[in-house]
């Protein structure tokens, strides 16, 4: 398997981070522990993506099945997505705003502003043509 999921908890946040690749074969392990998050309790998930090297549109599905689970229970969901850089994240945030669905999601540069109850969450960067 081309993933690895590290689960911390930080009260009163769950965060699961992921480095490897995000796709067909690795989706439902990360559903499968954002599910068991919830069904042990803990409504409120961190998704450390910055070391996810590849996703493709299953691992878009499994990030926005996650945001859906989490407001059913009234929970939060918060994203780690450096902005920049071939290895940290940036491809997962590049496929996000290609497929338009970069806005639904609160991203943060990394650990600590995501954990912050005061940080705001970083705006969409418009792509350059």
């Not at 309790?41 to 493709?56: A, I, K, N, Q, T």
């Not at 912050?116 to 960067?125: F, I, Q, W």
Request: proline share 5%.
């Amino acid at each position: 398997m081309t993933i690895r999921v590290d689960e911390d908890e930080q009260n009163p946040w769950t965060v699961l981070r992921i480095s490897g690749e995000l796709d067909l074969v690795t989706s439902p392990l990360i559903r499968r522990r954002v599910h068991d998050a919830v069904a042990g309790g803990r409504h409120d998930v961190v998704l450390d993506l910055s070391e996810v090297r590849f996703c493709d549109s299953s691992g878009v599905g499994v990030l926005v099945a996650a945001r859906r689970l989490m407001r059913s229970c009234g929970g939060r969901l918060r994203l780690i997505l450096p902005a920049r850089g071939a290895e940290d994240g940036a491809h997962v945030n590049r496929v996000l705003a290609a497929l338009g669905v970069r806005r639904l999601f609160e991203v943060y540069e990394d650990l600590p502003a995501a954990l912050d109850e005061t940080a705001a969450p970083l705006r969409p960067v418009a792509r350059a043509s």
